[in-house]
């Protein structure tokens, strides 16, 4: 909506008419949406990583395996396609 103002009524009324839909996704492929939402991924995710590396050392193998598992997941999340 901050590049399309005009998709405020169609997000406010929960797309009731099926044309807003078509029309949301005709906009949505001509904005930087998706692009932006992708950068905010990535940064959320390096941010986790970031968080996950932070915790206390521990020699436990299963922790450590989990850690990895959590970081390797938001990797995932963000390089999907669909």
Do not use: C, W
């Not at 901050?2 to 929960?14: I, K």
């Not at 001509?30 to 206390?56: F, M, N, V």
């Not at 989990?66 to 669909?82: E, G, H």
């Amino acid at each position: 909506m901050e590049e399309f103002p005009e998709l405020r009524g169609s997000v406010e009324h929960g797309f009731n008419d099926p044309s807003d839909v078509a029309t949301a996704l005709e906009y949505l492929a001509k904005s930087q949406g998706i692009e932006r939402t992708r950068l905010l991924a990535t940064e959320h995710a390096k941010l986790a990583a970031r968080a996950i590396d932070a915790l206390p050392e521990v020699g436990n193998k299963v922790a450590l395996v989990s850690r990895q598992a959590l970081k390797d997941l938001a990797q995932k999340l963000i390089r999907r396609t669909k």
